[in-house]
C-alpha cells in the first residue's frame, strides 16, 4: 500500500518560514520524482516545486528565492523549506510521487500565512 504523508503546516505570520515533511512507504522512494504542489480556495493546483530522482530541482517562479525542495532517500522524505512566508502562500500543500508509469498524491497539509 502506497502513502505519502505529509506534515509541518500550520499557522505562521507573514515573514515567517516552515518546513514541510512527506514521508514514503510501498514505493521505491529512490526512483520517483518528487514534487510539491498547492492549492488555495477556488484556485487550481498548481506546482511549488519538484525534485527528480538525480536531484535536480524546479521551482515555480512565485516561490523562487523563498523555497528549497529537497530530498533523503535513505528516509524515504522529501522536504519543503519555505521561508518569508507571504499571505499569498496560504494553501494546502500536497505531496506527489511520479514515475514514467504512475503517480501518487498525498492528503494535504495546510498553511496559513495571517497575522
Known amino acids: 500500500q502506497v502513502q505519502l504523508v505529509e506534515s509541518g503546516g500550520g499557522l505562521v505570520q507573514p515573514g515567517g518560514s516552515l518546513r514541510l515533511s512527506c514521508a514514503a512507504s510501498?514505493?521505491?522512494?529512490?526512483?520517483?520524482?518528487m514534487g510539491w504542489y498547492r492549492q488555495a480556495p477556488g484556485k487550481q493546483r498548481e506546482l511549488v516545486a519538484s525534485i527528480t530522482n538525480g536531484g535536480s530541482t524546479n521551482y515555480a517562479d512565485s516561490v523562487k528565492g523563498r523555497v528549497t525542495i529537497s530530498r533523503d532517500n535513505g528516509k524515504n522524505t522529501v522536504y519543503l523549506q519555505m521561508n518569508t512566508l507571504r499571505p499569498e502562500d496560504t494553501a494546502v500543500y500536497y505531496c506527489?510521487?511520479?514515475?514514467?508509469?504512475?503517480?501518487?498524491w498525498g492528503q494535504g497539509t495546510q498553511v496559513t500565512v495571517s497575522s
Open positions: 506527489h510521487g511520479r514515475t514514467l508509469a504512475r503517480d501518487y
Open positions: 510501498g514505493i521505491i522512494f529512490s526512483i520517483y520524482t
